[in-house]
């Protein structure tokens, strides 16, 4: 006959998946970074506020950002003012407004004829703007057609944040495939939209080269499918904003899905 005791026994020995990852945390403490979580309301916000979608600041010697494919106005999906960062975060970028444009024009199959997976594509722009008040000239709508409700960014919830198994090998880290998988469950990277961290790869780690000087750009912002954006990258795919250190001005969004 079997041993109920025995049993019992046996599952209160077994290491719980909260006592393993206790003793995984310090091998991954060095590469621990913080990342931060963009607290949202759908509402109108000013031009110069932090936002998913809506109204960006536009200079009145500017027109709204055109897709170089299809020539028509491209959404907006985020916009930071480096003002309304974390506190510890304020210089990240450089001063000023970090803004992504993404062309949605279904018509055109710019997403795919441009190949907006990659980085630098003529459909997409992300660029950092410093306007003086008193030249913003923005209009009171969105030109664009079918334009996404607009987000607008009140606050940040900080979490810690670990790199993946891939990236950990690159960084010197190798772990076991029972660690390997801890991670995993425990839904490091994280995912949905998220100012820096670690990037949530879908596929491979694949940080873009900068164009000047062919250094890996580092990670900047994180947009997932259909988190604060009503919009999925292929199949439920995830993208990241990139900069390079020391070009300021050579940004990016890419992204990769299964």
């Known amino acids: 006959m079997m041993n109920i005791f025995n049993i019992f026994k046996k599952k209160e020995s077994e290491s719980s998946p909260k006592e393993?990852?206790?003793?995984?945390?310090?091998?991954?403490?060095?590469?621990?970074?913080?990342?931060?979580?963009?607290?949202?309301?759908?509402?109108?916000?000013?031009?110069?506020?932090?936002?998913?979608?809506?109204?960006?600041?536009?200079?009145?010697?500017?027109?709204?950002?055109?897709?170089?494919?299809?020539?028509?106005?491209?959404?907006?999906?985020?916009?930071?003012?480096?003002?309304?960062?974390?506190?510890?975060?304020?210089?990240?970028?450089?001063?000023?407004?970090?803004?992504?444009?993404?062309?949605?024009?279904?018509?055109?199959?710019?997403?795919?004829?441009?190949?907006?997976?990659?980085?630098?594509?003529?459909?997409?722009?992300?660029?950092?703007v410093d306007y003086k008040s008193e030249v913003i000239a923005s209009p009171d709508l969105s030109p664009v057609k079918d334009a996404f409700p607009e987000r607008q960014i009140i606050g940040w919830e900080s979490k810690e944040d670990y790199p993946n198994w891939e990236e950990l090998e690159n960084l010197g880290v190798t772990l076991t495939n029972a660690q390997s998988d801890l991670l995993c469950d425990m839904e490091y990277p994280l995912p949905k939209d998220k100012l820096l961290g670690w990037p949530y790869w879908v596929q491979g780690v694949e940080y873009p080269d900068c164009p000047e000087c062919g250094t890996p750009m580092k990670l900047i912002f994180q947009i997932d499918s259909e988190d604060n954006l009503p919009y999925m990258f292929g199949d439920v795919g995830c993208s990241h904003i990139t900069q390079c250190e020391s070009h300021k001005d050579k940004l990016a969004i890419a992204w990769a899905c299964s």
Not at 48 to 68: L, M, N, Q
């Open 20 to 128: 393993n990852w206790e003793s995984l945390k310090p091998i991954l403490e060095s590469h621990r970074r913080v990342a931060w979580f963009p607290n949202t309301l759908e509402k109108a916000s000013n031009p110069t506020s932090s936002k998913f979608s809506g109204v960006p600041a536009i200079s009145r010697d500017e027109k709204w950002p055109c897709c170089s494919n299809c020539n028509e106005p491209m959404q907006l999906f985020l916009q930071l003012n480096s003002q309304e960062l974390p506190a510890t975060e304020k210089n990240l970028f450089g001063e000023g407004m970090l803004q992504v444009f993404y062309c949605t024009n279904w018509d055109k199959e710019c997403e795919v004829n441009c190949e907006a997976f990659f980085p630098f594509s003529k459909s997409t722009l992300v660029r950092v």
